[in-house]
């Protein structure tokens, strides 16, 4: 018998070089978070900065799954509100 994985996903928020973005939901809290995929030194290297961070300067990451051949995946904390990138700046 296999386990089933502990965040369903529920939609993709974004695709490109080898990098994943998807809204999941957590089977053991029932709560949304967000998971990011991707090689492996590019996760681990978010993953120390968003654990540097000072609390509600970036999301809060919540676990660090290791699933091979996949290698980890960074699950933060789902933050309501539009990207900096959606924003326009004006001058």
Do not use: F
């Not at 070089?17 to 709560?31: A, I, K, M, N, Y």
């Amino acid at each position: 018998m296999t386990a089933r994985p502990r965040y369903e996903p529920l939609r993709e928020l974004a695709r490109r070089e080898g990098r994943s973005v998807r809204l999941c939901r957590d089977r053991l809290t029932g709560g949304r978070v967000v998971v990011k995929g991707g090689p492996a030194e590019q996760i681990l290297h978010e993953a120390a900065i968003l654990l540097a961070a000072p609390p509600g300067v970036a999301p809060a990451l919540l676990d660090l799954p290791w699933s091979p051949p996949d290698g980890p995946g960074a699950v933060m904390e789902v933050l309501e509100g539009e990207p900096l990138s959606a924003s326009r700046l004006d001058s």
